[in-house]
């Protein structure tokens, strides 16, 4: 069976990017149920976080484990298509530690 | 009207019984023969010889049929329903049988006389055997039911989706409370980015935790008040995720569990709004099949309350699997309709398998959120009964129609279920508003329904075509 990680690291995660966004002054939307919006599907696929501030759009997707390859995959496809998106792929340890990309 | 003259109407009128049709008076078998009247009543003379006396034959039955413009019957049928009769009260009693049957098969006379009747013996014992009762052995010498885990009672409610939400919005809030110490001198525009609507939220909630929002609101609160809330808080949401990691752990395995079972017997449909939901639905559950009558035929049982996945559409496909898999679904009917619940009742009779409909007597008056008057179970019940919109489906493989069998306490509930699964229910056919009901006995439910109603009837089972007979329960 593939390694995931824990559902409740994942949600925390993206609930604390997301916060972490709108502190940042970004416009969110967010697969945080009952708190945001939830971001449109990009090639199929809804990615955990959807910011946008001016022109600078940032996806970030918090990592469940190898189940995620083909999102990430497309979620990659559109940053090549596009200049202005910039992707972070990252895992809760790492959000739950408090490094931000962005 | 002589005896003699009354024995020979109550034969007739049975007669009619059998072949389908709905006889008068003036001539009982107008409608079905296809010979002279005359010689009609010479087939009969040697059949209703003397007073009370049948001769019933398989040649004079076969004679019988023949006038009637039935099919001759095979021998395994004849054998079965008449061999031995010899008296009016016989013979009549060997139609209704037959009328239980065939409404229990194929929800039609005329078909099930054509189908049953001119089987070979061993499809007509195949048939037949579908109807009758099963020794409890068979049950009881399988090994107990014992792969499902429990779960703490207390935690059963973590599964729902509204307490997972519930949790969710705690951990939400303790994070934005966490970020508003973190980035202390910021926490103004982290709020205004925020806005209104989602600081209300928090604030209602924190209320709801017996936590003191300044007057100001969120922006209020001091920086070691807020760390003090926060250490309060988040103790109290690590507790709740702890446990609920827990419970979620032992319902996906719960889940695996019933995905690979052997076989599935009973279907339990509830309806978990509350965590009081939760616990009283796993309390009917366990009293029910830990019910003596029930326990010892070692029934293999899905319990949503113990299941768990936490994507809804999967929680979904798998109800809707189990439900597909069960011989027979248990639908607990609280105070009100729900439509997840209702559904499930409704596709269980739409696959052609019964339903035991359990509708509490005790309290009879149950409080609604947003009624003013409590819910009569009493009527609910008698609802159920007699005009519930979900009480009479068809099936949509066969068209037979199917009613529910409605029970008020937990005993019944088992003694009915011990019957579905033993084929040991007691029925006779009623008939009431030019339409024949199949009633179970004990709790006078109605579990097929067939009309005599010629148009309909003609047009009905011209669009369903009969195909195979409902299953064995």
């Known amino acids: ?102 | 009207m002589t005896s003699g003259e009354s024995e020979r109407n109550r034969f007739l009128i049975a007669l009619a019984k059998f072949l389908g049709e709905s006889p008068v008076e003036t001539s009982p078998l107008a409608e079905l023969l296809i010979c002279d009247e005359p010689f009609f009543e010479e087939l009969l003379r040697p059949i209703l010889a003397d007073n009370n006396d049948v001769g019933l034959t398989f040649g004079r039955f076969n004679q019988l049929m023949l006038a009637c413009g039935r099919p001759m019957s095979n021998v395994p049928f004849y054998e079965y329903f008449f061999k031995g009769v010899s008296t009016t009260a016989a013979f009549e009693g060997a139609v209704e049988r037959f009328r239980v049957k065939a409404m229990w098969l194929f929800g039609n006379f005329k078909f099930a006389y054509r189908r049953l009747a001119t089987a070979e013996e061993s499809k007509f014992n195949d048939l037949i055997s579908r109807t009758e009762s099963r020794s409890s052995t068979t049950f009881a010498s399988r090994e107990p039911f014992a792969e499902i885990q429990e779960i703490p009672e207390g935690d059963l409610g973590l599964l729902g989706y509204i307490s997972k939400q519930a949790v969710n919005d705690l951990a939400f809030a303790v994070q934005t409370l966490r970020m508003m110490v973190q980035k202390w001198d910021e926490r103004g525009t982290l709020l205004a980015a925020l806005g209104e609507p989602k600081s209300q939220k928090i604030r209602e909630l924190l209320l709801e935790k017996e936590v003191t929002v300044p007057v100001d609101g969120l922006s209020g609160f001091g920086h070691s008040e807020l760390s003090s809330v926060i250490d309060r808080l988040g103790f109290q949401l690590k507790n709740l995720q702890e446990r609920q990691a827990r419970a979620e752990e032992i319902g996906i395995q719960n889940t695996q569990r019933y995905l690979v079972l052997p076989y599935l017997d009973v279907y339990v449909a509830t309806s978990m709004r509350s965590d009081a939901d939760f616990v009283s639905q796993h309390t009917f559950v366990k009293d029910l099949f830990q019910n003596a009558g029930v326990r010892e035929l070692n029934l293999r049982y899905f319990d949503p309350t113990v299941s768990y996945d936490p994507d809804r559409v999967k929680k979904g496909l798998i109800e809707a699997l189990m439900l597909r898999r069960a011989a027979v679904t248990i639908y607990i009917a609280g105070a009100e309709d729900t439509m997840g619940k209702d559904s499930e009742l409704a596709a269980t009779l739409a696959q052609g398998k019964p339903v035991i409909v359990f509708v509490q007597a005790e309290p009879r008056f149950v409080a609604v959120e947003g009624r003013v008057k409590p819910v009569d179970m009493e009527r609910r019940a008698k609802s159920f009964r007699v005009d519930h919109p979900l009480g009479l489906q068809i099936s949509a493989r066969t068209g037979v129609a199917h009613g529910i069998i409605v029970v008020r306490t937990i005993d019944e509930c088992a003694e009915m279920l011990r019957k579905v699964m033993l084929h040991d229910l007691g029925l006779s056919v009623k008939h009431e508003s030019g339409n024949f009901l199949l009633v179970e006995d004990k709790t006078k439910s109605v579990v097929r329904v067939v009309t005599d109603d010629p148009l309909l009837s003609h047009s009905f089972w011209s669009y369903f075509r009969h195909a195979e007979p409902e299953p064995d329960i």
């Not at chain 1, 409740?8 to 970004?26: C, I, K, P, Q, T």
């Not at chain 1, 919006?37 to 996806?59: C, S």
């Not at chain 1, 090549?80 to 990252?90: N, P």
Request: no cysteine; aromatic share 12%; glycine share 6%.
């Open chain 1, 1 to 102: 069976m593939q390694h995931t990680v824990s559902r409740f690291d994942h949600d925390e995660a993206v609930r604390r990017y997301a916060l972490h966004l709108l502190s940042e002054g970004y416009d969110v939307r967010a697969r945080v149920e009952g708190w945001f919006q939830a971001p449109e599907y990009i090639y199929g696929y809804r990615p955990d976080i959807v910011a946008r501030k001016g022109d600078d759009w940032l996806i970030v997707e918090v990592k469940k484990g190898e189940v995620d390859w083909p999102k990430i995959n497309a979620l990659e496809r559109l940053r090549g298509e596009r200049d202005h998106f910039r992707l972070v792929i990252a895992s809760p340890e790492q959000v739950l530690a408090g490094v931000w990309a962005a």
